[in-house]
């Protein structure tokens, strides 16, 4: 077996009589992207916080590229980057400045750093603004420094703490973009959001952690099925549904039809795959179909599911 | 771990650079506030040399007569010398031991010349003749022109009673051939005794300067010493305890900051004291020490604070509170060592007594004077120091 760029198991965190975190435990390889995906307070950055040796724990266990991780061990430290979820930059420093600190701090030093942060100064769009301090900044500018010191070093495996929160649409569109860019380059990423959206698009696996435990974990195929759901599938229509519905009830992967005026709304589990089937069956049937329309299950639904509750509220 | 340290030492003083409030509370406030008292209560004057004696004639005899009236007499006919003449030691040491106020009109007297009973009969004879001096410590250009003067006159006593044997040799040989070898071996006539005087005290304007020096030192090292809180604030702390180094290495910056700026605060305000106000802060060297021992004990305490304020609003408000309590207790606004009583000994337990104390010890002696109040202040750097970085090693990763 390869080595496991993190692992970690039973994570726990108790705070006064407030257990945080709770038995959580997964594992990333290189170049793969493991979401967490969880509602405010789930205990997520309680979790990256002990994975990262930033916080005591009160079990469990991280090791990071092998080596065990603890609040002092500066060798598995080394190849970690962190994203804090608030934003972790000097306001009285340039951008470069920023970054020169950090980069410092990982034993990077003279012209390497130099090239290294005008590397991550283009990466984050950054470059034209290198040498005005931060606090002049727009919260998405600071947001995209706070993500360019955290990959300044080519960390093996990069924690990122929701680093979208409150930045607009092309600049997020522009962060998970260079995430991808990353994880292709072999990066292992550990990325925390309570944005559905971003987990489905960016995480080859997701774990769901609610009240402090992980809830259910897989790909996001998996996860959807693990909990018994089915795409919806509406094909609009035109004559006598009745024959077709029959015809489809017996159909293999089709769990429930129902005719309507003008309509047949199916439950279907992997509609893509059964859909020409579906097709040619209602044509047959003697029905023709004007419209398709396909709505997967996502992982907002299957938070639902087991949580009882939405993920935003 | 040195290297570490140092990076973020520097980060943050270039952080207290640019923000330059450091600069303000660090030497303009100090600054600013001892030219104003210095200016309320010692107009500036010209430097000239001035001098009180007193004499106490115990002996009487020719010899004594011949000093107090010739050679002190002589002095006193100066505009800037006076002398008086006393009856007792006491009264003499009265005037001279004191705890003296710069501010008070309190008749003192820089230095006591005492001529004890057998003065003139020891000078006509081979025995060791003493005249005392009494020196004040607290005027040291006045007591030192004192003892200059008694040992003049002794070396004049001395040269007369050699030609005296000299003559007597020649005229009467072989008689005595050794009584010039006796002459020579007489021992040194005036001894010049230092009184032990407790009376270390500032100039006016030194004490004011030295006490707001002090006194806003330990606002200053909270620049440094508060930076983990700040970094909790702007929120990267997190990412310095995710960063591949020892935390000491985090704590340690931050004192090193601290440090640095306390240095450079006290260095300028001495220099610019002295040079804009005429301050007589004492030997360099000694100075340097008690500076260096004051900011490590200023470090440690507004470490404590640090360690358990939970932001740095909070711990600069506790911060401002010890640091005037102790500065007030520790006599930086007024000599409170003058009060008498319980509050003048309980003033020793602030660092900034010790540091007074120390100038005052080295006003009035050498640099070895200053190691009681250095020991004190390095306890007091240890021990809170110790019980800081505990503090701040346990909130890091609670
Ligand atoms: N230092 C602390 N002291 C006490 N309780 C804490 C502390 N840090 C976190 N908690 C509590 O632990 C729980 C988990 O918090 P955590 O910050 O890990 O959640 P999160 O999943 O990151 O939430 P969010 O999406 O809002 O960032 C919350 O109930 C929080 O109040
Ligand atoms: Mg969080």
Redesign the pocket.
């Known amino acids: 077996m390869t080595q496991r760029t993190l692992e970690c198991s039973g994570l726990r ?1 108790v ?2 009589d ?1 257990v ?2 709770d038995d959580v435990g997964f594992h990333i390889d290189a170049g793969e992207t493991y979401g ?1 995906l ?12 002990m994975i990262s040796g930033l ?1 005591m724990r009160d079990g469990g266990t991280v090791t990071v590229g092998g080596r065990e991780m603890t609040t002092t061990s500066t060798d598995a430290k080394a190849l970690l980057g962190l994203v804090p ?1 608030d934003i972790a930059v000097y306001p009285d420093l340039t951008a470069r400045e920023n970054l020169t600190f950090f980069g410092r701090l990982y034993d990077m030093d003279g012209k390497t750093l130099k090239a290294r942060a005008d590397e991550v100064l283009e990466i984050i769009g950054l470059s034209d603004r290198a040498d005005d301090r931060t606090e002049d900044f727009s919260g998405g500018m600071k947001r995209r420094l706070n993500i360019g010191i955290g990959l300044l070093h080519k960390p093996a495996l990069l924690i990122l ?2 680093p979208t929160v409150g930045v607009d649409p092309q600049s997020r569109n522009a962060i998970l973009e260079s995430v991808e860019h990353l994880s292709r380059e072999g990066m292992a990423v550990l990325y ?1 959001t ?1 944005y559905m959206e971003e987990a489905e698009r960016l995480c080859d696996r997701v774990g769901i ?1 609610d009240h ?1 435990q992980i809830k259910a974990e897989g790909t996001r195929r998996e996860l959807v099925q693990m909990v018994g759901q089915h795409d919806r599938v509406r094909l609009e229509t035109t004559g006598s549904v009745d024959a077709a519905v029959a015809a489809l009830d017996a159909l293999d992967g089709v769990a429930k039809s129902d005719g309507g005026d003008g309509s047949i709304e199916l439950l279907v589990i992997e509609a893509g795959e059964h859909l020409t089937e579906i097709l040619s069956v209602v044509t047959e049937s003697g029905v023709a179909v004007s419209g398709v329309d396909i709505d997967e299950p996502n992982l907002e639904s299957v938070f639902l599911h087991l949580t009882g509750r939405a993920l935003r509220d | 771990m040195m290297r570490t340290t140092w990076i973020i030492a520097r980060k943050d003083l270039r952080q207290r650079i640019r923000d330059r409030s450091a600069l303000i509370v660090g030497i303009l406030a100090p600054l600013g506030l001892a030219a104003i008292f210095s200016f309320v209560f010692n107009p500036i004057s010209e430097f000239e040399f001035s001098a009180d004696y007193v004499v106490v004639d115990e002996d009487g005899g020719p010899a004594a007569r011949l000093f107090v009236d010739q050679v002190l007499g002589g002095l006193a006919a100066s505009d800037d010398i006076t002398v008086e003449e006393l009856d007792t030691v006491d009264a003499a040491r009265a005037l001279v031991d004191v705890e003296l106020d710069p501010f008070s009109d309190m008749e003192t007297a820089d230095a006591a010349f005492v001529i004890p009973a057998g003065f003139s009969s020891a000078v006509a004879s081979p025995d060791e003749a003493r005249l005392e001096v009494l020196a004040s410590r607290g005027s040291s250009t006045a007591a030192g022109v004192a003892v200059a003067i008694a040992e003049q006159f002794a070396g004049e006593i001395q040269t007369a009673r050699v030609a005296a044997a000299t003559a007597e040799v020649l005229g009467a040989e072989g008689d005595r051939a050794d009584t010039g070898f006796r002459a020579l071996a007489i021992p040194s006539l005036a001894s010049v005794v230092d009184a032990e005087a407790t009376s270390k005290i500032l100039d006016g304007t030194t004490f004011y300067a030295a006490g707001l020096a002090i006194f806003f030192l330990f606002f200053t090292v909270q620049f440094g010493v508060n930076g983990l809180l700040e970094e909790r604030h702007a929120g990267t702390l997190p990412r310095l305890l995710a960063a591949p180094i020892p935390q000491a290495a985090i704590i340690g910056g931050k004192a090193i900051t601290a440090f640095v700026l306390g240095v450079v605060s006290m260095v300028v305000l001495v220099a610019a004291s002295t040079l804009m106000f005429g301050a007589e802060w004492g030997n360099p060297i000694g100075v340097f020490l008690l500076i260096l021992a004051g900011i490590f004990s200023a470090i440690g305490i507004m470490g404590i604070v640090g360690a358990f304020a939970k932001t740095a609003e909070q711990a600069g408000l506790f911060s401002s509170i010890i640091a005037v309590v102790l500065g007030f207790l520790g006599g930086t606004f007024f000599p409170i060592g003058q009060a008498g009583g319980i509050l003048s000994q309980l003033r020793f337990i602030t660092p900034h007594a010790w540091f007074m104390q120390g100038l005052g010890d080295l006003a009035g002696g050498n640099v070895a004077d200053v190691l009681p109040a250095v020991v004190a202040l390095v306890v007091f750097g240890l021990v809170c120091g110790a019980a800081s970085f505990y503090g701040v090693r346990k909130g890091l990763s ?1």
């Not at chain 1, 969880?38 to 916080?49: L, Y």
Request: proline share 4%.
């Open positions: 965190k705070f006064d407030l945080a975190v967490l969880g509602p405010n307070g789930a205990g997520k950055t309680t979790s990256i916080s916080l979820q703490d929701e925390t309570h952690i402090g | 609670r």
